[in-house]
Structures are given as structure tokens and as C-alpha cells.
T-cell receptor
Framework: GQQVMQIPQYQHVQEGEDFTTYCNSSTTLSNIQWYKQRPGGHPVFLIQLVKSGEVKKQKRLTFQFGEAKKNSSLHITATQTTDVGTYFC??????????FGAGTILRVKS | DTAVSQTPKYLVTQMGNDKSIKCEQN?????MYWYKQDSKKFLKIMFS???????INETVPNRFSPKSPDKAHLNLHINSLELGDSAVYFCASSQDRGRQPQHFGDGTRLSIL
């Protein structure tokens, strides 16, 4: 079945440093979605990318969808303590479900 | 107004007991889901209903039984709870099956003693 791999599993950064998480799918995706889960919280939808090569920005967050629509990345510029949490990518499968990556846990040292 | 609400938020119970978790969404979505999140944060889909019809039934022990009385409600009943059932269970909903962004509830933290 379809798999969505996400790396790294963990990332500890100093406040102010940049952070990137990468997502790779075993199959071409119709779209890629990104979610953020704060510690003790629930996943919250951040953004959806649909087009090949698409780049979207939300303040310090930059999301990219690969040309082949099989990979994606989330880059955070100048991390802040409010960025801590787990970031998940997710892509629709052939069936009725969204396949989530394992997530990248981001810790920010102030 | 909370979009996807789950009750209870915390559930502490003993092995062998039966428990239920309830979920309601007021977003008018057609599809609802149950996920299990283990201690490593992995989100595993368990079940999904679209307009009261079961459309996803992953490899889950048959001690877990979902019920959707209407498209705004999805409940999860668990029989004979085991230690391995300890996890956070999230309910979610989306406008359509599979491809649309999902809205998650706050989660139910289940601890088995």
C-alpha cells in the first residue's frame, strides 16, 4: 500500500535557527497536506498543496510540493518557541483515507 | 463553538472493562474518522464513516466497534480493554472522503491500569 515517509524523526534547534522536515511518498499524490500538533494537543491542518512545484508561504513557514508530486517539504525560518510540536505531512491514498507520515518532532531551545 | 468535540477527554480504567468514546462535529461534514495515536505520535487510521456508511475498517481487533447514528456523530465502543489499548484516540471529520483536510477533536487519553 501507499507509504508516506517523513524525516527527520526529531529535530532540536536553537531558537532563531531554521528547521526543515521532508516528506516522500511511494506514489504520486493528488495533494499533500501539512498538520501541526502542539504537545498535548491535536493535529491542526496548516495547508494543502495541489499543483506540481507549488510553493506556499505562511509567515515564517514555507511549504513546497515537488515537481513529480511525490515529495514535499516544510521549512521554518528563524524558529521560535511557539513552533514546538510535531509536524505531519499527509497524502490521500487510492482509497478513502489520508496516509500520514510518522511526523517530525520539533524542539526549540531558548 | 467547538467544531469537533469528543468526550471524555480522559479515561482511566482497568483491564477487561468496556468503555465508549463519543464524537460530534458541527461542521456539516460528510465523513468522520477514528485515529489511534501511540506514544511515538504515529497516527493510525482505524475507521471511517461517510454519511453513516462504514468506508474504512482497518486491521483493528473486533473488540473495537464504531457506530454512526447520523453523519454528525461517530462513537467508538471498546470491549475487554487491554493494556495495549492505552493511547490517545482522535476523532476527525472532513467534507468528503479521503482527499479533503481533516479537522480533529481534542482527543481522548485512554489509560489502562
Amino acid at each position: 500500500g501507499q507509504q508516506v515517509m517523513q524525516i527527520p524523526q526529531y529535530q532540536h534547534v536553537q531558537e532563531g535557527e531554521d528547521f526543515t522536515t521532508y516528506c516522500n511518498s511511494s506514489t504520486t499524490l493528488s495533494n499533500i497536506q501539512w498538520y501541526k500538533q502542539r504537545p498535548g494537543g491535536h493535529p491542526v491542518f496548516l495547508i494543502q498543496l495541489v499543483k506540481s512545484g507549488e510553493v506556499k508561504k505562511q509567515k515564517r513557514l514555507t511549504f513546497q510540493f515537488g515537481e513529480a508530486k511525490k515529495n514535499s517539504s516544510l521549512h521554518i525560518t528563524a524558529t521560535q518557541t511557539t513552533d514546538v510540536g510535531t509536524y505531519f505531512c499527509a497524502g490521500p491514498s487510492d482509497g478513502n483515507k489520508l496516509v500520514f507520515g510518522a511526523g517530525t518532532i520539533l524542539r526549540v531551545k531558548s | 463553538d467547538t467544531a469537533v468535540s469528543q468526550t471524555p477527554k480522559y479515561l482511566v480504567t482497568q483491564m477487561g472493562n468496556d468503555k465508549s468514546i463519543k464524537c460530534e462535529q458541527n461542521l456539516g461534514h460528510d465523513t468522520m474518522y477514528w485515529y489511534k495515536q501511540d506514544s511515538k505520535k504515529f497516527l493510525k487510521i482505524m475507521f471511517s464513516y461517510n454519511n453513516k456508511e462504514l468506508i474504512i475498517n482497518e486491521t483493528v481487533p473486533n473488540r473495537f466497534s464504531p457506530k454512526s447514528p447520523d453523519k454528525a456523530h461517530l462513537n467508538l465502543h471498546i470491549n475487554s480493554l487491554e493494556l495495549g489499548d492505552s493511547a490517545v484516540y482522535f476523532c476527525a471529520s472532513s467534507q468528503d472522503r479521503g482527499r479533503q483536510p481533516q479537522h480533529f477533536g481534542d482527543g481522548t487519553r485512554l489509560s489502562i491500569l
